[in-house]
């Protein structure tokens, strides 16, 4: 509502609403930004070029962190810090990053060691021509800490950067 008062009814509709979402814009480009930066690490340690790693699972930093920051955060600066939304998206938040250094990264380890298995079992064997299970999925504490700051600066750079252009969000 306050960006159709700022604006005046005729501009209010220029753009789609879900363009002026602040919380979901801040959470897509948090996303873009981690996800991007595993394509160039990923071609600095490795000295190749890997497109899968725009869509790829695990490493640095945390895509997931970076997403349900961005989101809680920017859901906070619009709702207030205090409201029920902004609570409900910090406890998605914190869930998800449990969940990416906890329970999926044990079971990417849990994954390595089945890899190991099967690579022993006889040529007989039904498993033994299996495709291998995939070993990167988790992060570790640092890849979601880095993932959860960049989440963060992510959501006030895009405060910041519509607070300049002098227009304001959905709220």
């Known amino acids: 509502m306050r960006y159709i008062e700022e604006v ?4 209010a509709y220029q753009y789609p609403s879900i363009l ?12 873009s930004i981690a996800q991007s930066t595993k394509f160039f690490t990923h071609w600095y340690k490795e000295k190749r070029w890997d497109a899968r790693q725009f869509i790829a699972s695990g490493g640095m930093p945390s895509s997931h962190s970076a997403t ?7 859901v906070g600066i619009v709702e207030g810090f205090g409201s029920s939304t902004f609570a409900t998206a910090l406890i998605l938040a914190s869930i998800v990053m449990y969940d990416a ?10 994954a390595a060691v089945l890899n190991l298995i099967v690579l022993e079992l006889p040529e007989e064997h039904p498993l033994s021509e299996s495709k291998p299970l995939r070993e990167l999925l988790g992060h570790t504490v640092p890849q979601v800490i880095a993932g959860g700051l960049l989440g963060i600066v992510t959501a006030v750079c895009v405060c910041l950067i519509n607070q ?3 227009r304001t969000f959905n709220v």
């Open 68 to 74: 349900v920051t961005a989101l809680a955060v920017g």
């Open 164 to 166: 300049s252009s002098g």
């Open 8 to 11: 005046g009814n005729e501009d």
């Open 101 to 110: 250094f906890g329970i999926r990264l044990h079971a990417g380890k849990q």
């Open 20 to 31: 002026r979402n602040y919380p979901l814009i801040s959470a897509i480009i948090a996303f």
